[in-house]
């Protein structure tokens, strides 16, 4: 048996278990850098479900409670998927609303003989790249509010909007002094998918679909997508 058929027998058996547990996940394959989960993205539909990435394989013996960790295994058949994927759950009513109708999720690895595995998105973000008048990130002399960042719509030009991502709060930046801004700017750690022909670097700028802001501090694409580290901001 070679290794094409070997993983195909995997998919097919994913694909069959997914039936009996899952439920129907639409497919979303954006093709553009705005808004992935519209109707002219959707591809089609498949049972799946998912399970916390360290909980092992496919483990359903206890609830998701990891809140800091993005990552989940994928139950479903990995042939109708790609890389960059989102995996949106329909709205559930009834009486019992199961734990898998959270996401989207974006399909961030399918390596071979292993569990598909995907990120779970929290929120909805719009990435912009400052213009030539815009303010840098940093704290303005005698300001107690933190980091202030002007945004300005004739400052910014968009470059990924309103797109699903992973945030995930890190550390809260402390300062020594008693002024009123010493509970210092939240950090945060975000995961997004990777569109195409987008950079994303140190700078730009974030809004999410609550109203937040923040400012991109490191920015790595990774096999698993971007990975950005960001500081809360004021406008």
Not at 93 to 121: H, M, N, S, W
Not at 170 to 192: C, F, Q, Y
Not at 199 to 218: E, H, R, S
Request: some cysteine; aromatic content about 8%.
């Amino acid at each position: 048996m070679n290794a094409a058929l070997l993983q195909a027998r995997v998919y097919s058996g994913y694909a069959k278990a997914a039936l009996r547990i899952g439920y129907t996940y639409s497919i979303y394959r954006p093709q553009g850098t705005s808004a992935p989960l519209s109707s002219g993205y959707l591809i089609g539909t498949t049972p799946a479900a998912f399970t916390s990435h360290k909980a092992g394989q496919f483990n359903f013996d206890k609830p998701d409670d990891l809140h800091d960790r993005p990552f989940y295994h994928a139950l479903l058949d990995g042939s109708l998927v790609q890389v960059g994927d989102f995996l949106v759950a329909p709205p559930v009513t009834g009486p019992e609303i199961p734990p898998v109708a959270i996401g989207p999720f974006y399909i961030a690895a399918k390596d071979p003989l292993t569990p598909i595995l995907a990120v779970r998105c929290t929120r909805t973000i719009t990435i912009s790249a400052p213009g030539p008048s815009q303010t840098s990130a940093g704290y303005t002399p005698g300001s107690y509010a933190g980091t202030i960042i002007e945004t300005g719509a004739s400052n910014v030009a968009p470059l990924i909007v309103d797109w699903p991502a992973s945030i995930l709060q890190g550390s809260r930046n402390i300062k020594e002094t008693v002024l009123p801004g010493d509970l210092g700017a939240g950090r945060w750690v975000m995961m997004l998918s990777a569109p195409p022909g987008v950079t994303l670097t140190q700078g730009m700028l974030i809004a999410d679909d609550l109203g937040n802001n923040y400012g991109v501090q490191t920015a790595e694409l990774t096999p698993r997508g971007w990975l950005l580290a960001a500081e809360s901001t004021h406008t």
